[in-house]
């Protein structure tokens, strides 16, 4: 009895968190056998997902932008005819057609200045575009791990609903030979059915991760995945003052606000230039009537537009876009700041977790399983109540999964720092995520 049952109670609880999981032979009822890589998921996602796609369109739109405000204005063409004349005039003494050509020469440099905005702005879309990229990843990435978790948790419910099943068995058999009462059956039987209902909500949990995977990825939500691998615990210690250079530089919010401050002062410069008027050279050639002659005179000129006698316009809009420089300027203050503070929240969170994964596996579960020992050992003597066993058993059971609960947020935690960061962070594989060429 005695080997028994410490083949029954020791066998199942070990080696479920040891620097790295173990993989687990079974899968969730209703899946498939498939091994589903992080990789294979970050691919389709990154391939296939709509809204990154729509940022991507948006993108290669705004750059459409650039050479539209560079371009000049358009060559104007015109003519004039006579449509009819009342008096009787001589030949050759009035134009019966005049044809006009005008162009206007930006040598104020406004459609450069108007470029560099929309260049600042297409480079914002850009950023817009890698920031839907990042955010995509983690939520990928945290899915991921929410469903590999799930998994292993399943596992464990199914490793302890059969433990209790041959608890139960060995219960029944003390009782009937009188060396216990029937109470530590019922006990068995209750703990079991408590175990069942959990594992309809791990079943409910893995099928949320798996339509939220299907979904990033573009798919049908019942589109069926594999088995994600076992969950991997990789030590990290970043110090918060290299996060924040890393953010700083690699945020795509600030680079948004960054850009938003050039594009705000591009406009700024484009609306004091208002103030300089451009030239228009126009060309315009007459044609005589009832003359034998094609052109009978041709006339060059050159147009100003005069804006200083239109002074209260210019000037609201020289200050106008001076406090919208002055905002573009704030919000990049604001958001490097905000920027600052999540990273090192954020960074405490992984280290929270990171911290919980390694008491939970190199101190709290040894103690549960020792303690799982001496109440077995006590129970076999006749010392310690089934009950004992039970609360004993239940607690290295919750230990346990906490344990592995301790390891996916703390994956999680590192996926969402590494999006808040905005680039690779020290020590961990790329991400390997797609590239784009810039504007000029």
């Not at 590192?414 to 797609?434: E, I, N, Y």
């Amino acid at each position: 009895m005695k080997i028994i049952l410490s083949m029954l109670l020791i066998g199942p609880l070990t080696g479920v968190v040891d620097g790295q999981l173990a993989s687990r032979a079974a899968v969730a009822e209703g899946g498939t056998n498939a091994v589903l890589a992080l990789g294979q998921i970050l691919s389709e996602v990154l391939s296939n997902n709509p809204s990154l796609q729509a940022a991507r369109a948006t993108w290669e739109a705004m750059q459409e932008r650039v050479p539209q405000a560079r371009a000049w204005d358009d060559l104007r063409l015109g003519v004039d005819v006579v449509a009819d004349r009342t008096v009787a005039v001589p030949p050759n003494s009035f134009t019966d057609q005049r044809y006009s050509a005008e162009q206007a020469i930006p040598l104020s440099g406004k459609n450069r200045l108007r470029g560099r905005a929309a260049n600042a702005e297409a480079l914002a879309a850009l950023a817009d575009w890698q920031r839907r990229q990042l955010d995509l990843v983690a939520q990928a990435r945290t899915a991921y791990y929410r469903l590999a978790n799930g998994y292993a948790q399943l596992d464990l419910n199914r490793q302890n609903i059969e433990l209790l099943k041959q608890f139960a068995a060995i219960s029944r058999d003390k009782y009937e030979v009188g060396r216990q009462n029937q109470a530590d059956v019922l006990t068995a039987e209750t703990e079991r059915a408590r175990l069942e209902e959990g594992r309809f909500d791990l079943l409910r949990q893995i099928s949320d991760e798996q339509s939220a995977l299907d979904v990033l990825m573009n798919r049908p939500a019942r589109a069926p995945l594999g088995r994600p691998v076992a969950l991997e615990f990789a030590p990290s210690h970043w110090a918060l003052d290299q996060l924040e250079h890393l953010a700083l530089n690699h945020r795509p919010e600030l680079r948004i606000a960054r850009l938003e401050v050039q594009a705000a002062l591009a406009r700024r410069d484009l609306a004091r230039r208002e103030w300089y008027p451009d030239p228009a050279l126009r060309l315009e050639a007459s044609q005589y009537n009832e003359t034998s002659h094609g052109i009978s005179e041709v006339m060059a000129g050159i147009v100003f537009n005069v804006p200083w006698l239109n002074h209260g316009k210019y000037t609201a809009d020289v200050r106008e876009n001076k406090k919208l420089v002055q905002s573009a300027q704030l919000q990049l203050e604001a958001a490097e700041a905000q920027t600052l503070g999540m990273v090192r929240d954020q960074l405490q969170a992984v280290e929270t977790f990171h911290h919980h994964y390694q008491l939970f596996r190199d101190q709290i579960l040894p103690l549960a399983r020792q303690t799982v020992e001496a109440r077995r050992a006590a129970y076999e003597a006749d010392q310690a109540s089934f009950l004992d066993l039970i609360l004993a058993q239940r607690t290295l059971r919750e230990t346990e999964s906490l344990a592995l609960q301790h390891l996916a947020d703390y994956l999680a935690a590192r996926a969402k720092l590494q999006a808040m960061v905005g680039t690779d962070l020290p020590g961990q594989p790329s991400a390997a995520l797609p590239t784009a060429k810039e504007t000029k």
